[in-house]
């Protein structure tokens, strides 16, 4: 069989795409990458650098005290999880479908008003609401005094079993804005062809609601669930500005996050442990890990996209 | 050829310089290490003249560091060869780490080292007490501050002297309900174990003698000695403010100052600014004693050190420097400057302040002894100390009895130390 030879089209090499990716995979790699995987790499190591393979792992689960620690952290970040995605996302929907309301007033005010607690420092959050649920200074107790519910005070941050959901609700407090810019954004996104066309249809209101602009910004709760699992799987700022790095009282605010940070850096008289930290830092990104994978294979391949 | 003659004038003058430079650096320069920012100006107006003056010839420069960063800023700096030629001392482990890698030079033959008593030099010893690697410089003694116009007004003349005067007291300013009668939250857990547990401890455990045998094994913390205290802590929480659960360690301070509490069991190095913020006068009494005539003991702990870079330049002023800072003399300054922060040399020292000249008097009539948890106890997992606190909270709250936080932490103490002969 002749062949024929086509001289291929030499495409000159572009160079500047290189160039320009450069800065951004330098300092990602310097920054994010090359930490991870040294981070990982010091798991499988003892303190002084011996190759332990997974004996690290198998103290973290075995050890009565550490996996004791560790499954108390996890239990509590899921419930940590679980009380943002019931408060934090639901609300956050709920405030994005009342402001992409045409008929509502200073839409922009209220925007902002909901957005503005996202943009303060995690320290300033958790000294300023510590401050309003202080028992001795607080004006928690003399409000719910006034419309006569004062004995529902409670000292929650303090109380073992309020202190965590406290927490949890502070964090929702903060960054309902999140969800809903995101969710307001797909909102605003759905062309009105279709809402008027289901308004033709006799579909108005809570129903519209539900049955077009829900199933239409699905994705983007998805996103927002998804950022939700990272952050509160990473959370650590929170809890150590408002308990300190012991999560009192008893451990019972204590997540992965300051777990990690007690057993890596260590505390007050407690030396730091490299090796264990490692590992503790390791589950973290595996369990991370497993949730976005679930996300990414298991629920967004399912949702279905619309082209507008 | 311009060029040549430039260099070869520079090269010249260079060489001119180098040649003279040494007439003028008889000053040997020291540069100081320390965590101690809060105290600056102290040691540039008070400290550095003051052995200047005495010393001329040496020049001394205070360099601090962040608390927070100190022990990571100074071992990078030590592993660098850039530290500074003195070393401010963590006391225990941090500073024994690094005198075992070979960074703090050993001071047993410093003259003025014999001003200090074994208690004072335990924090900056070997396990062996053998060798001493840092100058003490200041210990905290703890106690219990009080209202005296709460006192007055709820008719209480002397401060307590024992356990059960204390109870009956808490219970004249309950039911007075005018103050809160103890100043303390558990929010941030080391008051109770710090303010709490090893203030009034060591009555119970008898100071050294007991923390020297709980090192030994030949004690445990579920003896009733260690026990005790707890039990004791537990009978203070009728007394402590509503929602204590969440009071944190400034909320405990600004109740004292404001006036709305009657007693705040601490520590001297509140006098400062306990002395700058109250309005009423204040008192203090040492933490009771079981019973009447029973001998007393204080926690007098020892918290700030100072050692010299065994790789420092300038060895023989170093040494004349910390010799400086063993001797009465600059006891006396740095106790005046730092009210509540008292120096641990033996020798005479004039204290100015009333209050803090009250708590030095304690050592006079009752024996000192360091945290128990803070030498040799806390250096593995579950570490001693971080689990005082969270014991100390749990008995207070009632959420633990004594005898099972003892139980746990002895259990925890066991599961890695050994004590030497076991």
């Known amino acids: 069989m002749a062949t024929v030879d086509i001289a291929p089209v030499k495409k000159p090499f572009r160079w500047h795409i290189l160039v320009f990716l450069a800065p951004a995979a330098l300092i990602y790699t310097a920054v994010m990458i090359f930490p991870l995987i040294s981070t990982l790499y010091q798991a499988f190591f003892s303190q002084k650098w011996e190759f332990v393979g997974f004996g690290n792992f198998m103290q973290l689960f075995t050890d009565p005290r550490l996996s004791a620690s560790f499954w108390n952290a996890l239990i509590n970040n899921v419930w940590f999880f679980i009380i943002h995605m019931l408060v934090q996302n639901p609300i956050g929907i709920l405030l994005a479908a009342l402001l992409s309301n045409p008929r509502l007033r200073l839409r922009g005010f209220y925007r902002t008003v909901f957005f503005i607690p996202t943009i303060l420092s995690f320290v300033i959050v958790g000294f300023v609401w510590k401050l309003i649920l202080s028992p001795t200074w607080g004006v928690t107790s003399g409000l719910l005094k006034s419309v006569g519910l004062g004995w529902l005070f409670q000292p929650w941050l303090g109380k073992e079993e309020y202190a965590l959901t406290t927490l949890a609700l502070i964090s929702n407090w903060q960054f309902i804005g999140i969800p809903m810019m995101l969710i307001y954004a797909a909102l605003l996104s759905i062309p009105d062809e279709v809402l008027e066309a289901a308004e033709c249809d006799g579909i108005t209101g809570w129903s519209q609601f539900w049955?077009?602009?829900?199933?239409?910004?699905?994705?983007?709760?998805?996103?927002?669930?998804?950022?939700?699992?990272?952050?509160?799987?990473?959370?650590?700022?929170?809890?150590?500005?408002?308990?300190?790095?012991?999560?009192?009282?008893?451990?019972?605010?204590?997540?992965?996050?300051?777990?990690?940070?007690?057993?890596?850096?260590?505390?007050?008289?407690?030396?730091?442990?490299?090796?264990?930290?490692?590992?503790?830092?390791?589950?973290?990104?595996?369990?991370?890990?497993?949730?976005?994978?679930?996300?990414?294979?298991?629920?967004?391949?399912?949702?279905?996209?619309?082209?507008? | 050829m311009t060029l040549t003659k430039h260099l070869l004038a520079a090269t010249a003058t260079m060489a001119i310089v180098s040649a003279v430079a040494p007439a003028f650096a008889e000053d040997v320069n020291l540069t100081i290490e320390s965590w101690r920012t809060d105290d600056l100006t102290v040691w540039q107006d008070k400290i550095i003249p003051a052995f200047e003056a005495a010393n001329p010839g040496i020049k001394v420069t205070f360099a601090p560091t962040a608390p927070t960063e100190y022990n990571a800023a100074l071992n990078a700096k030590l592993e660098g060869g850039s530290a500074g030629d003195i070393i401010t001392c963590r006391p225990f482990d941090a500073s024994l780490e690094l005198y075992n890698k070979g960074y703090l030079a050993a001071l047993n033959d410093l003259p003025g080292m014999?001003?200090?008593?074994?208690?004072?030099?335990?924090?900056?010893?070997?396990?062996?007490?053998?060798?001493?690697?840092?100058?003490?410089?200041?210990?905290?003694?703890?106690?219990?501050?009080?209202?005296?116009?709460?006192?007055?007004?709820?008719?209480?003349?002397?401060?307590p002297a024992t356990v059960d005067e204390f109870f009956a007291d808490l219970d004249k300013i309950k039911a007075d309900g005018t103050y809160i009668p103890l100043a303390m939250g558990t929010n941030d857990q080391w008051e109770a174990a710090t303010m709490g547990y090893q203030n009034i401890g060591p009555n119970y455990w008898k100071g050294e003698e007991g923390r020297l045998a709980l090192i030994a094994g030949k004690e445990k913390l579920t003896d009733p000695q260690w026990v005790e205290p707890y039990a004791q802590l537990a009978k203070w929480k009728p007394y402590l403010g509503d929602g204590f659960e969440a009071q944190t360690y400034s909320d405990s301070q600004n109740l004292f100052t404001l006036g709305r509490a009657a007693i705040y069991p601490t520590g001297s190095w509140e006098i400062a600014g306990f002395e700058a913020n109250a309005t009423f006068a204040l008192g203090v009494f040492p933490p009771p004693v079981p019973k009447a005539g029973d001998q007393c003991y204080i926690s007098d702990h020892t918290d700030i050190g100072i050692g010299m870079n065994a790789k420092s330049a300038n060895p023989d002023a170093a040494k004349k420097f910390l010799s400086w800072v063993a001797s009465p003399e600059f006891g006396t300054i740095f106790a005046n400057a730092l009210p509540g922060f008292f120096p641990l040399s033996s020798g005479e020292v004039k204290l100015e302040d009333p209050i803090a000249q009250e708590f030095v008097s304690w050592r006079a009539k009752c024996k000192s002894t360091i945290r128990s948890t803070y030498a040799i106890l806390s250096r593995g997992t579950p570490n001693l100390e971080n689990e005082t606190w969270n014991a100390s909270v749990q008995v207070i709250k009632g959420a633990e009895t004594p005898e099972a936080a003892g139980a746990r932490l002895q259990a925890g103490l066991d599961s890695w130390y050994k004590p030497a002969g076991k």
Not at chain 2, 125 to 137: E, G
């Open chain 1, 211 to 308: 049955k077009i602009q829900l199933p239409l910004v699905l994705p983007a709760i998805g996103i927002v669930s998804i950022l939700t699992f990272v952050g509160n799987f990473n959370a650590f700022d929170l809890v150590y500005a408002a308990q300190g790095a012991q999560a009192g009282p008893n451990f019972s605010t204590d997540l992965l996050g300051t777990l990690l940070y007690r057993t890596f850096f260590g505390y007050q008289l407690q030396l730091g442990d490299r090796a264990m930290g490692s590992t503790v830092a390791a589950v973290m990104f595996l369990i991370i890990l497993a949730g976005v994978c679930v996300y990414l294979f298991g629920i967004q391949t399912r949702l279905r996209r619309y082209q507008f």
């Open chain 2, 114 to 159: 014999e001003n200090f008593s074994p208690v004072a030099k335990a924090a900056w010893s070997t396990d062996d007490q053998a060798t001493t690697f840092c100058v003490p410089m200041g210990a905290v003694i703890h106690g219990f501050f009080y209202n005296k116009d709460a006192f007055a007004k709820v008719g209480i003349t002397q401060p």
